[in-house]
């Protein structure tokens, strides 16, 4: 499994901005929205190629077909 690592960065004027690396999808908001939230408001929000790649959670799925049924 993939290291997630968030980065953050504090600049002179107090903005806090935040990196999500190693995570795709979805799993990014997850992980960092608990410190958004004692953080304060959030500013603004800006997706990388990573959020846009498919997240597969299962990738063995076995079907079974019962042929006894009428």
């Not at 408001?41 to 077909?65: I, M």
């Amino acid at each position: 499994m993939k290291k997630e690592t968030i980065k953050y960065t504090i600049k002179q004027d107090g903005t806090v901005t935040e990196e999500v690396q190693g995570a795709s999808g979805d799993v990014c908001i997850t992980l960092t929205q608990g410190i958004e939230e004692k953080l304060g408001d959030l500013e603004s929000r800006v997706y990388n190629s990573d959020y846009y790649k498919n997240v597969t959670l299962n990738k063995d799925v076995t079907l079974q077909y019962n042929s006894d049924q009428d």
